[in-house]
């Protein structure tokens, strides 16, 4: 269970050592575990911000963020984090980036072979395991950084608009792959989206964020459909409703 | 226009320009007198006159440019990353190098042979010095100015700090010091030049100052040229080292050819 309390935020000014710019204010949120909690909000809100303050990248300025109860004050690849950019390394082939985490947690190289091999293929990307990124598109980059964090089988996922760079075909595909491995494995998943529809799909509840500058609150829907999804609730009335009522919101934060 | 593949290729070219200029100014003209500009010829029988101690000439400066060029690179690499590394070393040493690092090393010469008198070794340490100088602050820089992500990524998926080095910032900044080490190399030949004009009774150098005392210039220009090749041809195998280690690397280069 993460537990978000009272959380405050905020970058110091580069130049001007005592002026700082607040993100976050007294924000709360409780993340069950197994739950997939999707967030969404206007760009520069901070989502991306308070997934790094969970990563253990960020401190927190004030308040706690809580990991089954200890306060987060480290790294760790327990909570796994997919970056909004490209974060692949560029000198190591599709192959060695996916292995890189089980790699460096020690683990045989029978297994490691197993599990990457098996998370490339589930990807979509067998076949040019040995290229290296400067070959790959963008969207391509991005499954393997997914591939990469899914290999690390990891407690907690923070995903920040990982599907973001994929055409509709290969991310609809995607989005169910996570919801089977997310139903298998029950890991937790606070995954940020710009995608309306995505964020119903997926989420067990969706909590939009509000700017700064209209309180910073965030504002949690229950996603009532029951599980497993398959993408013709896309279609279904309430789905529609839900969006329509999200679309509203997000349009009223437009402005700021 | 159609190009066809075997044209002369413009460095040939400038060559053999130059050398044409040069047989025509010495040679047919006449328009330089010997010692200023000696001509093909000329510089073809000093060689001939000096070939019995040049082959040692030659390997005793080779010596003394490659290892300290070499110690210099090594050391200096390990300066560098320690120096991010740790910040107990870059508090310790980082003050030190601040305040020896402007020092030019062509002023230390006179002091090094007061110290470490005549032999081979303080002219080694003179190249390495520079060499070192060049790629430590260069190292050092090039960590800093990483992408933060690539260590976070690396942190993120369970590497420590060891690892991390290891399989990320070290081939990270390979690409990054490629220029600075064949500046570096560059410069040992120079380093290498003036520590022999002041210390050792052998080498190329040393031979140059025999040269000039007998105002000599085809043997002055003939060690210039051997100088030369020397250090192309230590450039093109550091280029080549370094195509091999920076294929994964994004290798368009930026041409601004068709940008109005
Ligand atoms: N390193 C930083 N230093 C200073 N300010 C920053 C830094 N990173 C982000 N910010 C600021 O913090 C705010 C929140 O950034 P954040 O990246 O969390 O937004 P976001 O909600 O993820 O936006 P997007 O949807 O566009 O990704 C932005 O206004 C941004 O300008
Ligand atoms: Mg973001």
């Known amino acids: 269970m993460i537990e978000i309390k009272d959380l405050c935020?905020?970058?110091q000014n580069r130049k001007k050592a005592k002026e700082r710019k607040e993100i976050v204010h007294n924000l709360n949120l409780t993340v069950k575990d197994n739950e997939f909690l999707c967030l969404l909000g206007p760009?520069?809100?901070g989502k991306s911000t308070i997934l790094k303050i969970i990563a253990g990248f960020e401190k927190a300025e004030k308040g706690v963020i809580l990991d089954n109860g200890e306060e987060i004050n480290d790294v760790s690849y327990e909570r796994a984090m997919v970056f909004q950019e490209d974060a692949v390394f560029p000198w190591m082939r599709v192959y060695q980036n996916v292995e890189y985490g089980l790699k460096a947690?020690?683990?045989e190289k029978a297994e490691r072979d197993e599990i990457a091999n098996h998370f490339i293929s589930l990807v979509g990307l067998s076949g040019v395991e040995n290229q290296y990124p400067k070959e790959l598109s963008g969207g391509m980059k991005k499954r393997v950084d997914l591939a990469r964090v899914l290999s690390n089988n990891p407690r907690i996922m923070l995903m920040d608009e990982p599907f973001g760079a994929l055409d509709?075909?290969?991310?609809e595909k995607l989005q169910e792959q996570l919801l089977q491995i997310w139903e298998k494995t029950k890991k937790t998943i606070i995954f940020v989206t710009h995608d309306i529809e995505e964020a119903i799909f997926l989420g067990d509840r969706v909590a939009i964020m509000q700017p700064i500058s209209f309180g910073g609150e965030l504002h949690v829907y229950d996603i009532p459909f029951e599980r497993p999804r398959s993408?013709?609730?896309?279609?279904?009335?309430?789905?529609?409703k839900m969006r329509r009522q999200m679309i509203d919101e997000l349009k009223e934060y437009e402005s700021f | 226009m159609i190009k066809t593949k075997n044209r002369i290729p413009p460095s040939l070219l400038a060559f053999l320009?130059?050398?044409v200029a040069w047989v025509l100014a010495t040679m047919v003209f006449k328009v330089v007198t010997y010692t200023f500009l000696p001509s093909p010829v000329d510089l073809a029988e000093a060689l001939w006159s000096m070939r019995k101690n040049l082959l040692s000439a030659c390997l005793a400066s080779l010596r003394i440019t490659m290892s300290g060029f070499l110690i210099g690179l090594t050391v200096g690499l390990l300066m560098g990353l320690l120096m991010a590394y740790s910040k107990a070393f870059m508090d310790t040493v980082g003050p030190f190098m601040e305040f020896t690092r402007p020092i030019p090393v062509f002023a230390l010469i006179p002091l090094f042979m007061i110290w470490f008198g005549l032999g081979i070794l303080p002219q080694v340490f003179l190249v390495a010095l520079g060499v070192m100088g060049i790629i430590g602050v260069q190292t050092y820089e090039a960590i800093k100015n990483m992408p933060l992500?690539?260590?976070r990524a690396s942190q993120n998926l369970g590497a420590n700090k060891k690892t991390i080095f290891k399989t990320v910032v070290i081939p990270y900044i390979i690409p990054h010091l490629v220029g600075a080490i064949r500046v570096a190399a560059a410069t040992s030949w120079g380093l290498d030049v003036a520590a022999e004009f002041m210390g050792v009774q052998i080498g190329l150098g040393y031979n140059m100052i025999v040269q000039q005392m007998y105002l000599n210039t085809p043997g002055i220009m003939v060690i210039v040229l051997i100088y030369c090749c020397f250090a192309i041809i230590l450039d093109k195998i550091i280029a080549a080292i370094e195509r091999r280690l920076t294929v994964w690397t994004d290798r368009a280069v930026?041409?601004?050819?068709g940008i109005k």
């Open chain 2, 17 to 19: 320009v130059l050398m």
């Open chain 1, 168 to 171: 509709a075909m290969t991310k």
């Open chain 2, 254 to 257: 930026v041409t601004f050819e």
């Open chain 1, 105 to 107: 947690r020690g683990i």
């Open chain 1, 231 to 240: 993408l013709a609730i896309k279609e279904n009335p309430q789905f529609q």
């Open chain 2, 149 to 151: 992500i690539y260590i």
């Open chain 1, 43 to 45: 760009s520069g809100c």
């Open chain 1, 9 to 11: 935020f905020s970058y």
